[in-house]
């Protein structure tokens, strides 16, 4: 089955402890992405990466960091997260990054950093 | 600056009625649209997009959308809509740096 899974689902942790989210996808998808949710404001992408060791920041990448080492994975990082980056996050791959094909997203991760 | 708007945060429909849910866009260049669904504890799923020809475009689950340039929409609708649509959408669009744009979202409640 084509998926795009996300790992952990939930977490809940401290301000400034270092957390990874992982992404990974099966569809040999060039493009991944990731995006976080909060209410009002709809989804804001953090980096993307349109190949492998090619990445880039979206809207929102302070306090994020990610990689691409290879095509299915695209962790984030979370290397001091705050309470401010509590979210629900999403990861999303899609065949090239020519933005004319849909996106697959995977199920969320809900972060709480207290 | 480009952008998407979906001027309404909720709609509430009658089951059995016809729905619409607004976007309208702002991007340089001819744009590629999208809608996507959420559904509780799930992540977007893609319902249908308008790239090049025919302005009305159908989708999953009965839903279609129409592009109009000159207003510069890409309204959701859908001629009787279901209790099962109630969830979560979502317009996107390309914008010239080939990033996408995703609008706040609108709730649709539908109405047994």
């Known amino acids: 089955e084509a998926q795009v899974t996300q790992n952990p689902r939930y977490l809940i942790t401290v301000t400034g402890k270092k957390l990874t989210v992982t992404c990974s996808q099966n569809?040999?998808?060039?493009?991944m992405s990731w995006y976080r949710q909060d209410p009002g404001l709809g989804l804001r992408q953090i980096y993307y990466s349109m190949n492998v060791e090619v990445t880039d920041k979206g809207d929102v990448p302070e306090g994020y960091k990610v990689s691409r080492k290879e095509k299915r994975n695209f962790p984030l990082i979370l290397e001091s997260p705050s309470p401010n980056q509590t979210s629900l996050y999403f990861c999303?791959?899609?065949?090239?990054?020519?933005?004319?094909?849909?996106?697959?997203f995977g199920d969320g991760t809900r972060l709480s950093i207290l | 600056a480009q952008s998407v708007a979906q001027p309404e945060d909720q709609v509430n429909v009658a089951e059995g009625n016809p729905l619409t849910v607004k976007c309208t866009y702002s991007v340089s260049g001819n744009p590629y649209l999208f809608w996507y669904v959420q559904y509780p504890n799930r992540g977007l799923q893609f319902l249908l997009k308008?790239?090049?020809?025919?302005?009305l475009v159908k989708g999953s689950y009965g839903f279609e959308a129409e592009f109009n340039k000159s207003q510069t929409s890409f309204h959701l609708k859908k001629p009787s809509a279901l209790v099962s649509d109630s969830a979560l959408y979502f317009c996107a669009v390309r914008a010239l740096d080939d990033k996408i744009i995703f609008g706040k979202g609108t709730r649709l409640h539908i109405l047994p």
């Open positions: 999303a791959s899609s065949l090239t990054g020519l933005g004319n094909q849909p996106q697959h």
């Open positions: 308008y790239i090049t020809g025919d302005n």
């Open positions: 569809m040999n998808h060039e493009y």
